[in-house]
């Protein structure tokens, strides 16, 4: 079984062709840079993904061409949980199969003031299902998106019906005190928290926590990484001041657009700003202001532009 | 082509078995039995029919099921809004090749604060993509579940884009204010707009509507149908006021596990009350007082029986 994933993990974004289907060279391309700069996972099909804009078989065909590709699936936390039942069990099957060290899953969002009698049984139907002493299974609470809560009494429910299976969370609510709660009621359960934003990074490892899964992962990991390494050295706080500046900047853009626009600049490859309907690439105007904010901070992704265009040779 | 629909349709409920599969026999009883009894189309794999809890593929079936069954394709608006644009044009395209009068589509709804531009462009896709002129695209507002909204804005530009095409709105908002809207908009311009609730039902019509596509409508489609029928007649507020205090019982509780829990009791058909996760059925208790609730209004649904046990001989 692989080890635990710990560490900072990219939501990978999902790049697209033109004519808006799955771009796969890019896609392993990208991976396998996040991998080489600070990534120590992947955690593939999340929110900044898109992944809720592709189909259960176009994500299933893309999880088997990053592992045929070389990416290690010990290194993956793909994205596993729909709105359908039968999709979050196939979805998770899949990835135990190919031997993922672990799943993300959303609760079924689509139903909203559902109680956590239904998303007990929602969790617990899945992992029945997929009935595979491999599986270990991350919780994923964005309220913010999702608007479907993982509350701390149903973590409770599932952890001492499914130790071992039920294996951390990551934590988008965007509220320290609830990732606070999580860590402070079942971390040292051997339940992994991580942090929904590097905003959290610092003070998620000051209290137990694993690490962060965050968006700006996607374009820079190895500063973020730097936190998580020496989070227990004199510099950590100037390193996290850092990270939060960079955050800072691209949260005044629509992330998912924003993320495509930079790895599209730095990678000198404008395909990559392509995103999926209902998402909107950046006006003119936003990408220029964006990519003239990070320069001032001498933001630089390294080596990606050489890392895609072998990938796509 | 079928002609447009109008008058009660109902978002049929689907049925599953204890093993929680959709349950084909029970299903095609069930429409037969609403087409018998008041309703002039069935808008199935809507919101109270759990079809978010569906697979695209468990969609397909079904509906090829229903027709195979004898239930009318021309009777039919299936639901083909889903978040990823791939399942979208699939399910789209499927329910055209069968010669459904219509869907309805929601709109992607995963992703928040999207724009009208980037709305605009997933409805534009899926009609291009779907390219046959037989359809007949219904636009879903339920901004209370989906929480991504169909503006005024919107319509306009589609309308403006695939005339003929865009064929009218389910209006779930709950809002008549903007059912009147849509109403005073477009109504003239051959926009068939749908009350989203039985409770909307008269004034709809008299605003120039054409029906109500409403939860109820399963379980007392002949009287909400006696409204549509008699709206112009002095009986037609009586009539308004009688659906509209059934329907007040039923919102008392969750709206589709009761309504499951109202066929399993008058069809005498106990696994009727079967629901996906995540929902829930009712507690014991409350079944037992909503069954006592309308029985006290005189509820009834006449002939439910014997359809359901020769839909299942």
Redesign the interface.
């Known amino acids: 079984m692989p080890n635990r994933l710990s560490g900072v993990l990219a939501p990978v974004v999902t790049p697209f062709k033109r004519d808006?289907s799955p771009d796969a060279a890019r896609y392993v391309g990208h991976c396998k840079w996040l991998l080489a700069n600070g990534c120590r996972g992947l955690a593939v099909f999340g929110?900044n993904s898109e992944a809720?804009?592709?189909?259960?078989d176009?994500r299933m065909t893309l999880l088997e061409t990053l592992v045929q590709g070389g990416v290690p699936a010990e290194k993956l936390m793909p994205g596993t949980g729909t709105?359908?039942?039968?999709?979050s069990v196939?979805l998770t099957a899949h990835a135990v199969s190919l031997g993922c060290a672990g799943v993300l899953m959303l609760?079924?969002?689509?139903?909203?003031g559902?109680?956590d009698?239904?998303?007990f049984?929602?969790f617990a139907?899945v992992i029945e299902r997929v009935a595979d002493s491999r599986l270990r299974l991350y919780l994923y609470h964005i309220p913010?998106?999702?608007?479907?809560p993982i509350t701390l009494a149903l973590i409770e429910r599932l952890l001492a019906r499914y130790p071992g299976t039920v294996a951390g969370v990551k934590d988008s609510s965007g509220d320290w005190t609830n990732t606070k709660a999580m860590l402070d009621a079942f971390a040292k359960q051997g339940f992994d928290v991580f942090a929904g934003s590097e905003v959290f990074l610092l003070e998620n490892m000051r209290n137990g926590g694993k690490g962060c899964i965050t968006a700006t992962g996607n374009i820079n990991p190895a500063a973020i990484n730097q936190v998580f390494e020496r989070w227990q050295t004199s510099e950590a706080d100037a390193l996290q001041k850092g990270i939060t500046a960079t955050r800072n900047v691209m949260q005044k853009y629509p992330m998912m657009a924003a993320l495509k626009a930079v790895i599209a600049h730095w990678g000198r490859d404008p395909e990559w700003a392509t995103v999926?309907?209902?998402?909107?690439e950046l006006a003119p105007e936003q990408k220029k202001s964006l990519v003239a904010e990070l320069a001032a901070r001498d933001f630089d992704m390294p080596g990606l532009g050489p890392t895609l265009a072998a990938a796509l040779a």
Chains 1, 2 share one sequence.
Do not use: H
């Open positions: 808006l929110t809720n804009s592709l189909s259960v176009e709105c359908a039942l039968t999709d196939r609760p079924p969002f689509y139903y909203k559902v109680s009698d239904g998303l049984r929602s139907e913010p998106v999702s608007q479907v999926r309907p209902p998402l909107v």
